[in-house]
């Protein structure tokens, strides 16, 4: 039996239809005592939360598992992904609850980037790597700042935090790279790389194929079981994302993301993005701004 999954501003606010804050703090066992040091499955809305644990244990349920955790650990959760923890009672850390939309914005657009934060991460900070000490230090900092409480966040919290999860990937994403268990796997992340380079070339499915060595069928097969979509969403799904972005954060018309985009024809690019996104692109632009300015 299917039971539908609460979504939550924080653990148990019900989300509303438009944020009152952009950043939000508080210690790991302020909340999780309450609930008997575990968090129910839940997932947020529009929120990108960031847990850091500097001691203590748990298990997290990422990606539908549990996942064992210890000291010097971060977790990164990104919106609309089903989530839970139990937490030792002497865990000490910080759990950081961010607007997607803001944050995301004020990182570096790089596809390794995209992925990493997609989905759910469970990230160790080893001792022998040089930057987990920063990444904690900067990461504390920004939490005392966040709960000192002050007005606006300033530009300083803005900073460490986007430095410090810049750091996390690239600490992180040298021990996955090592790790990747399957030749799948490594295509995958291949696939990616090259659909962040090409995806405004528009290139058929089948030449990425050509590229990685495979067949068309067995693209999609590894892309289904990993991400459970097939190669034509994925790089549908980076149009739009880009398409997105250029809509909320640019000035330029509907026409000039179309071109930008390697659409000749607008008409056919609305049509496109309006099937993916839900909406068209200028009535997207109108509703993301006015959320934003809300």
Sequence with gaps: MNRRVPTYSLYGETAAETPEFWLHAESIASRSQLHDWEISRHRHERLFQILHIRSGEGQALLNDRWHDFGEMTVITVPERHDHGFRF???????????????FLSRLPAQPSMTEWLSRPRLAPLPSNQPDSQLVSQMLTRGEKEIM????????????????????LVAVNGANAAAALATKDEQR??????????GFRSHMPVDAYARRLGVSTTHLNRITRA????PVSRMIA?????EAKRDLVFTSISVQQVATALGFDDQAYF??????????????????????MEG
Excluded at 188 to 197: E, M, R, S, T, V
Excluded at 226 to 229: E, H, P
Excluded at 237 to 241: K, L, V
């Design 226 to 229: 990993i991400c459970g979509k």
């Design 148 to 167: 000192q409480g002050s007005e606006r966040p300033s530009a300083l919290i803005e900073s460490l935090l986007s430095t410090a999860i810049q750091l």
């Design 270 to 291: 609305s049509r496109f993005f309006t099937r993916h996104a839900g909406l068209s692109p200028k009535a997207y632009r109108e509703r993301e701004r006015t959320l």
């Design 237 to 241: 799904e980076r149009i739009i994302s």
């Design 88 to 102: 030792s009672n002497d865990v000490d850390g910080a759990v950081m609850t961010i607007m997607s939309r803001r």
């Design 188 to 197: 995958f992340a291949q696939l990616n790389d090259l659909i962040g380079d």
